[in-house]
Every structure is written in structure tokens, then in C-alpha cells.
């Protein structure tokens, strides 16, 4: 939920991102996020009242659009687990296959599957997103990733990354979906923004703010796709602060339309409930199945793809 502040400050901080123009370009950071304090502060923020929830909650609708009844999905770059047990939460239908490095990050996460009683269907292995092929199940219904690309160090291993998801696409026709950062021009926007935002681990904010300097921007991320041979992909970014950006595609042969029958609704703080609408709003692209989302066949569909927001 916002702080207070948020109503009087967001305005000025968005203005100043429009209005800068010159783009300090990308930061790498670590390709493996294993440090116990950073870890344990990413694992507070997927907490169901936690920071990051209402973005997973968001991601979490639009998957379950993608995904047939009984689905799988392989997961690149999962982390402690905390999106894919809520994506599991509100598809029990649904098993999934998380790919981390992080042996801390795998650790934790399998701690939390056990405990909520997930492992039967989430299966946490290491692996490297770059180079995944035999982790791939051979009725894979979508490869995703959330939260995970900015952590390439170089061009080539993000080219390596897309192209093994091209390839399994093109092998099995599975849906796509890909959610991250989306790299802001000025460096003063993310860490103010962040101010605003109550209940945001304090121990989380450095590296928060290392993963927002090394995400890839827009075209970065679309001109990989292109050279992937995902080109098909549509591409939205979040508006009006573009700090998040979405790629996605339907299953070949399948439209973007889930059965809202297999979404099981949770019980969410009010906070959460409103935060989570709040960026629904700033994707209007997304596949969400309602009367406020664009289909992929529809013409406002076809500005997603150019990161235009439907009108």
C-alpha cells in the first residue's frame, strides 16, 4: 500500500523520468543472488502482504490465462519460490517446475514449499537459465520467467537465454510469459519511488535498487526477441512510471482466453487488493480474460505490441 506521502510525490517523480532524456545505460549486477540477508529480505517481500505481492498477483492472472486445465510451466529464475507457490495457490490444477542457481534462494524456497504443503506440485531445481535444455518436461504448456533477466551479466547470455525459450516454443508450442524490470533514464526515480511504498524491507532496497540499474530496457529486451525468433511476442510496458515491463505469447493454436473456473480466488489484505488493480491498470494488454483486456486478435491488442497501453 502507499504511504501518504505517495499522492504528492509520484506526480513530480514521474514528471522528472518523462522529462529526462538521456539514458545512463545498464549496470550489471550479480548473476546469482546467494547472500542469506538479501536473500531472506526478497523472501519477506513475496510474503502475501508483503511488497512484491501485488505484482505476483497481477503476473499470476495473466498466466493463468495462458494455461489449460492440468498445465505445466518452467519457471527460469525462480528464486525462493514465493511467486510460484501464490501462482500454485490460485491454480491447484497446475505443476511447476522453478530453475535457480542460488543455492539459498533453492534452500528457502523448499522450506517454504514443504510448510504450505506445495512440494508434490513445485519442484525447485538448480539449474542455469541460460542453458536449461534438459530440465525441459516434455508437456511443458508455458515457459516463463518473472524477475530473473536483469540478472545476466551480457547481451550473450540473455540471447542464450531467449533462444532456449524459442526453441522449446517452437518445439512444443508453449505459451511464453516474461515479466521485469524495465530499466527508468533518471537513477533518482527508483529509489524515490521506493520511499513511497509501505511495508518495503529496508535490507531489500540496495539490491532493489542494483536490479532496477541492470534491467534491460524496452528495446533491449525486444530487439533479444527479435533475435531469438520470438518477434511474435507482444511487448508491454507500464504506464505512466515504465518500471515494469511484460512480454508474453499464447500457446501456438490457442487463444488468450483461460477457464476462469480453474482460478481459485484467495484471501488478500486490502492493501493488496488495491495495489494489485492499481498495476493491472498500467498493463491494459495483458491476457486477464475480462471486459477491460485486449484480445490478442483485437485491434488494441495490436498497440501492445508497439508498448502502447489499450485505449
Known amino acids: 500500500m502507499p504511504k501518504p506521502n505517495a499522492l504528492f510525490v509520484m ?3 514521474i514528471a522528472r523520468e518523462r522529462l529526462t532524456r538521456s539514458d545512463l545505460g545498464r549496470t550489471p549486477e550479480p548473476m546469482v543472488m546467494d547472500e542469506p540477508v538479501g536473500v ?10 508483503g ?3 501485488p505484482i505476483y498477483e497481477m503476473w499470476a492472472k495473466a498466466m493463468s490465462q495462458l494455461l489449460p486445465g492440468g498445465g505445466s510451466v518452467l519457471d527460469l529464475g525462480s528464486g525462493s519460490g514465493r511467486y510460484l507457490a501464490q501462482l500454485a495457490r490460485h491454480r491447484p490444477d497446475l505443476r511447476i517446475i522453478g530453475l535457480d542457481l542460488s543455492d539459498t534462494m533453492l534452500a528457502t ?6 510448510e504450505e504443503g506445495l512440494s508434490d506440485r513445485i519442484t525447485l531445481l ?5 542453458t536449461f535444455d534438459a530440465e525441459v518436461p516434455e508437456d511443458v504448456d508455458m515457459v516463463s520467467s518473472v524477475f530473473a533477466l536483469h540478472h545476466l551479466p551480457t547481451v550473450e547470455h540473455l540471447d542464450s537465454c531467449l533462444a532456449r525459450i524459442a526453441a522449446v516454443r517452437a518445439q512444443r508450442g508453449c505459451a511464453v510469459f516474461l515479466g521485469d524490470f524495465a530499466r527508468l533514464k533518471n537513477p533518482r526515480t527508483f529509489p524515490r519511488t521506493l520511499s513511497t511504498i509501505s511495508g518495503f524491507p529496508p535490507a531489500l532496497r540496495p539490491d532493489a535498487v542494483a536490479s532496477e540499474r541492470a534491467g534491460w530496457s524496452l528495446a533491449e529486451i525486444t530487439d533479444a526477441l527479435e533475435r531469438a525468433g520470438l518477434g511474435e511476442l507482444h511487448h508491454l510496458l507500464a504506464s505512466p512510471l515504465p518500471l515494469l515491463q511484460i512480454h508474453w505469447a499464447p500457446a501456438h493454436g490457442r487463444a488468450d482466453e483461460g477457464d476462469e473456473a480453474l482460478w481459485r480466488e484467495m484471501g488478500v489484505p486490502r492493501g493488496v487488493r488495491f495495489d494489485t488493480a492499481v498495476w493491472r491498470r498500467s498493463f491494459r494488454g495483458l491476457p486477464q480474460g475480462d471486459a477491460d483486456t485486449c484480445r490478442a486478435d483485437s485491434p488494441r491488442a495490436h498497440e501492445s505490441r508497439r508498448a502502447l497501453p489499450c485505449r
Do not use: C
Open 11 to 13: 506526480p513530480y517523480v
Open 40 to 49: 531472506a529480505a526478497f523472501h519477506e517481500a513475496g510474503k502475501i502482504d
Open 51 to 53: 511488497s512484491n505481492m
Open 109 to 114: 524456497g523448499r522450506r517454504l514449499l514443504e
Open 126 to 130: 538448480e539449474a542455469d537459465i541460460t
